[in-house]
């Protein structure tokens, strides 16, 4: 079945970098196209990053352009989020996402924080 393991969250000071991964089983992961999202306590979901097959990036919003990266590694089945010049806006939990029949990993916590 089809399952998404996120990993990397934790606590970072203002300014800091963090390295989520999402580990995928279960399916081709090259075929799909992978999506982050995150949501802070008493927000809704948002959407961060979305990433197609073959690396093409289709979307990420203002608030992180420029500070985050959305990578994929096709060959380990692994998708990533490389987040820096943190700010404690960015804290949340983070959820990697497949639309293609709405498969969500169970979340990974980051804190930035001084």
């Known amino acids: 079945q089809v399952q998404l393991v996120e990993s990397g969250g934790g606590v970072a000071p203002p300014g800091g970098s963090l390295n989520l991964s999402c580990a995928a089983s279960?399916?081709?992961?090259?075929?799909?196209?992978m999506t982050w999202y995150r949501q802070a306590q008493g927000n809704e979901r948002e959407l961060v990053a979305s990433i197609l097959a073959r690396s093409e990036v289709i979307y990420l919003p203002d608030s992180v352009k420029g500070r985050f990266t959305v990578s994929r590694d096709d060959a380990k089945d692994t998708l990533y989020l490389q987040m820096n010049n943190l700010k404690p806006e960015d804290s949340a939990v983070y959820y990697c996402?497949?639309?293609?029949?709405?498969?969500w990993g169970q979340g990974t916590q980051v804190i930035v924080s001084s």
């Open positions: 996402y497949r639309p293609a029949g709405s498969y």
């Open positions: 279960g399916f081709d992961f090259s075929k799909y196209q």
